[in-house]
T-cell receptor, first 109, second 115 residues
């Protein structure tokens, strides 16, 4: 079967760095997405990786290793507004998105 | 504001009612999606429309009936729902096709409670 694993919840301190991991087993691979979802709001697109390596976008970076079926989202200089759920999703060989359950990130002052 | 709107934002209905959820996208996209989001579970894809044609139905019970009159509008008709159908229903759209980055843009969702 197809599976996306990510931690259920993480806690970090304002100003610090946090890494949210995602591992996947899917039938084929055509890219990996990270989305952010604040409580009561819609998920919003953060990043897309299809080749191995690190993609940096401001305070957020996303890394992919296709051989390991692994990705992480790195958030630097954490702000209180970064408290949200972070969803990992993989596009399979049929170009369908397979979603993880999300990681709830709690930022403490 | 993502360019995808959903109405109503909140809905409470009894198990014998019939109601409809509406989604509209202003992004010129060709693909639209219905998802169900329950607490602490992955997003569950329900239906996919590409160029107004339904291309995916993930074994969704017949009490959920989608309708896509054009590429900008998507409806989800509900009837004789069960309490376990209570969830956040999200609509999304994307450019469509199978190449390149095809990120989905989500509406704010409809919080549905079945009593």
């Amino acid at each position: 079967g197809q599976n996306i694993d990510q931690p259920t919840e993480m806690t970090a301190t304002e100003g610090a760095i946090v890494q949210i991991n995602c591992t996947y087993q899917t039938s084929g691979f055509n890219g990996l997405f990270w989305y952010q979802q604040h409580a009561g709001e819609a998920p919003t697109f953060l990043s897309y990786n299809v080749l191995d390596g690190l993609e940096e976008k401001g305070r957020f970076s996303s890394f992919l290793s296709r051989s390991k079926g692994y990705s992480y989202l790195l958030l630097k200089e954490l702000q209180m507004k970064d408290s949200a759920s972070y969803l990992c999703a993989v596009t399979d060989s049929n170009y369908q998105l397979i979603w993880g359950a999300g990681t709830k990130l709690i930022i403490k002052p | 504001e993502t360019g995808v709107t959903q109405t109503p934002r909140h809905l409470v209905m009894g198990m014998t009612n019939k109601k409809s959820l509406k989604c509209e996208q202003h992004l010129g996209h060709n693909a639209m999606y219905w998802y169900k989001q329950s607490a602490k579970k992955p997003l569950e894809l329900m239906f996919v429309y590409n160029f107004k044609e339904q291309t995916e139905n993930n074994s969704v019970p017949s009490r959920f009936s989608p309708e896509c009159p054009n590429s900008s509008h998507l409806f989800l008709h509900l009837h004789t729902l069960q309490p376990e159908d209570s969830a956040l229903y999200l609509c999304a759209s994307s450019r469509g096709g199978s190449s390149g980055v095809n990120e989905q843009y989500f509406g704010p969702g409809t919080r549905l409670t079945v009593t």
